[in-house]
């Protein structure tokens, strides 16, 4: 095993916790509905200002990037105030 700094086994441990108590059922949930709108070519709108309007842009923008394979684009737009 590598050598960790203690910053680093406390980031580490800090995020098991997060990592733990995830709410898998929501999360679930929120993928089904977005999955659905991608099969239905329906539009999944992300909304919030400041801090959870740059969460919703870059929501939108990885999905938009990161989950492109040959067929349908799925659609999607954040409306931001910040």
Not at 29 to 49: K, L, M, P
Request: one cysteine or more; hydrophobic letters at 40%.
């Amino acid at each position: 095993m590598p050598a960790f700094g203690t910053d680093t086994l406390a980031y580490l441990a800090q995020l098991k916790v997060i990592l733990d108590n995830l709410p898998l059922a929501k999360v679930s949930v929120a993928t089904d509905i977005w999955f659905t709108c991608y099969q239905t070519d329906h539009t999944v709108f992300t909304f919030g200002n400041d801090g959870t309007g740059a969460l919703a842009s870059h929501l939108v923008a990885d999905f938009g990037k990161g989950t492109h394979v040959p067929g349908p684009r799925e659609r999607a737009t954040c409306w931001s105030a910040s």
